[in-house]
């Protein structure tokens, strides 16, 4: 088990060097709701695609393009609901972004290396992304009461 933390944290900065060149990161707002403690928390109107006010995180690379998943969870985040929820959203994430590196990166037969590399590059930058909100997540997305 003490390996296996030095191996992910080098895939994750492994993954990020390797996207590093060709990011982009887009960032749509609307206006802010009242109150500081609502203010961190994407609204159903506004969103930062794959980061937060004070976080950039890119939604496409040279091997990802995760702006729609990324659109989707912060949707999902500001409607909330418990810590399931939460859960169920992040899983969603990760299945729109490994939905997103299939369609990229399509495979027509094993013998597709180059296809299958990419597309191995993708799904690290997804687990990566996933373990980033499962880890930090859960102070924007909005909790309900029960």
Partial sequence: MARVRPMLLAAAVAVLVLTSSTLTHHTATAATQPGAAEATRPTATETHHCGTDTIQVPDRGAYFDFADACANHDVCYATGGSEFDRYLCD????????AS???MWPVS???DTAQLRSRRLCYGVAYTYYLGVRLGGSAYFNYIPI
Avoid: E, K, V
């Fill in 91 to 98: 899983r969603a994430f990760l299945s729109d972004m490994t």
């Fill in 109 to 111: 037969s094993i013998w």
């Fill in 101 to 103: 590196c299939n369609a």
